[in-house]
């Protein structure tokens, strides 16, 4: 049954079209606004949140425009940056926000493992670049989905994740540099 078909049939108060649709999707958003919100409460949140709007207005989701996924991704997105516009009131959402002086990642990922030092580096890019990363990297969605779910063009998602990847190499740079040096066989005494 195509996510359509148990929508309306969802909507009609067939409980099990419904769990099918969430069991279908909950993991997708769930994940996204995890990695956009760093915090397992919110993301839960946000999760509920985008299920029980499309349960209620399910007039909002146009299966000619996107699929469900990219409609509950785009839902997710609009939740996670209202509370990130709210935790920076004092600062404009902007892509290209310098990242923390005070981030100093060797300190805060010694003896810690790679994905550790992934996840905080994805954490400190600017919203738009993160979502962009999140969504092309982890989500495996094309540019043309990730542009519907921001609403922007295929260019401005471009741009952002390659602002995004730029930012990851720098910040990585060290534990590659670290690991090369380590895989490499010593040459001194």
């Not at 958003?29 to 995890?34: C, I, L, M």
């Not at 493992?113 to 990363?133: C, D, F, G, M, Y």
């Not at 990847?165 to 670290?178: C, G, I, S």
């Amino acid at each position: 049954m195509t996510d359509g078909n148990l929508l309306q049939t969802a909507v009609h108060g067939d409980d099990a079209a419904f769990r099918v649709l969430y069991e279908r999707h909950r993991d997708a958003v769930f994940r996204f606004a995890y990695r956009m919100l760093q915090s397992v409460e919110l993301a839960e949140e946000i999760t509920h949140d985008c299920f029980l709007s499309l349960i209620k207005k399910p007039a909002r989701f146009d299966a000619s425009r996107a699929s469900l996924k990219t409609y509950l991704c785009a839902a997710a997105r609009n939740q996670a940056i209202k509370h990130l516009q709210r935790e920076m009131s004092h600062e404009e959402l902007n892509p290209d926000l310098p990242i923390s002086d005070h981030w100093n990642p060797l300190k805060q990922v010694i003896g810690a493992e790679l994905s550790t030092v992934v996840r905080n580096a994805i954490a400190v890019l600017p919203p738009l670049q993160r979502e962009a990363v999140i969504l092309f990297e982890y989500e495996d969605l094309s540019l043309a989905e990730i542009a519907l779910i921001v609403n922007a063009d295929v260019g401005t998602v471009k741009a952002r994740l390659h602002r995004g990847r730029e930012k990851l190499r720098q910040l990585l740079a060290p534990y590659v540099k670290q690991g090369a040096q380590t895989a490499s066989p010593s040459t001194g005494p």
